[in-house]
């Protein structure tokens, strides 16, 4: 008991470095998932294409690698010193708005051709039908995979150990190493289980409320 | 001379090797009930289509209230715009139309009912209706409600207000449909084949909806295979086939005195279905 009160301390801290990046990963690579969809059904070729390479070569390569090597860029090529956790959130937000815009973009296409004869025929602009006809139906078709790639973003933080970044897996490891005992590991599964219980819990709630129109069989 | 809300003059549409329209003219007065027969692929979807910029055509010219909206004309010249034809990226051309912005604003006095309704799903029949008047015609909002509520009495379902289309049999989102077109207050109704997907015991709510527009004179395109409809409300109908319009008169000439072999063949296969 004793030694847990020891190490639980260095591992909320590693789970709070691990939230906020979870966090900041999805705030800022949800939103910009949509314009990377959009482009690739751009009908200008440059955007199409340009959109369609982000993407095949985010989603083709491991996260791993793609975290070391803007670690090792920033510093090397452009001469910028950014601290791990930058790094983990850049890297992280790339990857996932690849992710999320293969999905959006899945979301897109299955909205049918009526919906938009409707909008053109009431006089909607282009912005008004994408954001108030097309974005909310996309949405509740989109939920259950983006809710997928959320709880693997919550076990894929773990991975920005590899940059030292000081997260819950990164702080785990260095307890288990020194002290030769497997608690920490359990400790640190305990905390992530919880992590995606409650994750899961929001975004079940989520597809509940955006479902409310669905029909009812 | 009566007032003409719209004057569609020798239409043609080429969807790729296919003449869908081939020279076709038609002219609907102020509160006026057309209809419009004939078999399935004949181009009268695509000539209502064409109306609202649905369909763009690949020549002749649109007028919609005095307005012209497009035109391949060269000596037409609208709004600052020389008529013409622009070549298309797939090799096709089309006629030249009004900038975005005021095509826009032209064909908000149109208002559409589809064949599968198109109604939003994600909005309640209330906001379906009101949405558009809000956004696009920007009505104060509590302007647009006491309108909306009126229209769904209008329809018979001011009881809905609050339901999601999902919960609606196919006859209620018609009428839905209906009163989201009328939300708009245009000046000409266009019906799409409006009751093709609803079970044939339920087309009767939508079509008295729509005989009780005709009696407020409200000016309307009808594309349609109820010939009963046509017979009774419309004041002119028209027959086309393979992209021509054929025959047009009275419902009375065009049921009971058929000029053409294919107006009396295509009567007499309708006839056997029904």
């Known amino acids: ?217 | 001379m009566a007032n003409k809300i719209l004057e569609m003059k020798n239409i043609y549409k080429t969807f790729e090797n296919c003449e869908a329209l081939n020279d076709v003219s038609l002219y609907v007065e102020k509160g006026e009930t057309v209809a419009i027969i004939g078999a399935s692929g004949s181009g009268k979807s695509t000539l209502l289509r064409s109306v609202n910029g649905l369909v763009r055509i690949t020549k002749g010219e649109i007028v919609l209230d005095g307005e012209v909206i497009a035109s391949s004309n060269e000596d037409t010249e609208f709004k600052g715009i020389k008529g013409g034809a622009i070549k298309q990226k797939n090799g096709s051309t089309e006629a030249k139309y009004l900038p975005d912005n005021l095509f826009k604003e032209a064909i908000c006095e149109t208002g559409m009912v589809f064949q599968h309704f198109n109604l939003f799903p994600h909005m309640t029949c209330l906001e379906n209706i009101t949405y558009a008047p809000i956004k696009v015609k920007k009505i104060p909002k509590e302007k647009a409600i006491e309108r909306g509520l009126s229209l769904l009495e209008m329809v018979g379902l001011k009881n809905k207000r609050e339901e999601y289309p999902a919960k609606l049999s196919g006859g209620q989102k018609q009428r839905i449909a209906i009163a989201r077109a009328l939300a708009m207050e245009p000046d000409i109704m266009l019906f799409d084949e409006p009751t093709s997907a609803l079970d044939p015991e339920i087309t009767g709510e939508v079509l008295s909806v729509m005989k009780k527009l005709a009696d407020r004179d409200t000016t309307m395109i009808v594309v349609t295979h109820e010939m009963g409809f046509a017979k009774e409300v419309a004041d002119r109908v028209i027959y086309m086939d393979s992209g021509r319009i054929i025959e047009e008169g009275s419902p009375e000439e065009i049921f009971y005195n058929p000029k053409t072999d294919r107006l009396k063949a295509f009567l007499s296969a309708m006839i056997k279905t029904n």
């Open chain 1, 1 to 217: 008991m004793n030694y847990f009160s020891i190490i639980l301390p260095s591992l909320l801290r590693g789970t709070v470095i691990s939230i906020s990046l979870f966090a900041l990963t999805l705030i800022l690579s949800l939103p910009l998932g949509i314009p990377i969809a959009l482009g690739e059904n751009s009908r200008i070729p440059l955007i199409r294409w340009i959109c369609k390479a982000y993407v095949y070569i985010f989603r083709g390569t491991p996260l791993m690698l793609q975290l070391f090597f803007f670690y090792f860029f920033f510093p090397i090529y452009l001469n910028i010193r950014w601290e791990a956790f930058p790094t983990a959130v850049f890297t992280f937000v790339l990857n996932y708005a690849a992710y999320f815009a293969e999905i959006y973009r899945g979301g897109i296409k299955s909205i049918e051709v009526g919906q938009y004869e409707a909008a053109k025929s009431l006089g909607l602009s282009k912005v008004q039908t994408f954001k108030d006809i097309v974005l909310p139906q996309m949405t509740r078709i989109v939920l259950p995979p983006v809710s997928n790639e959320v709880i693997t973003l919550v076990k894929d933080t773990a991975l920005a150990s590899v940059i030292a970044l000081a997260d819950l897996m990164k702080v785990a490891q260095g307890i288990v190493n020194r002290d030769g005992t497997l608690y920490a590991y359990l400790i640190a599964a305990g905390i992530y289980l919880i992590f995606t219980f409650i994750a899961t819990l929001i975004l079940n709630n989520m597809e509940k409320r955006y479902s409310r129109y669905e029909e009812v069989m």
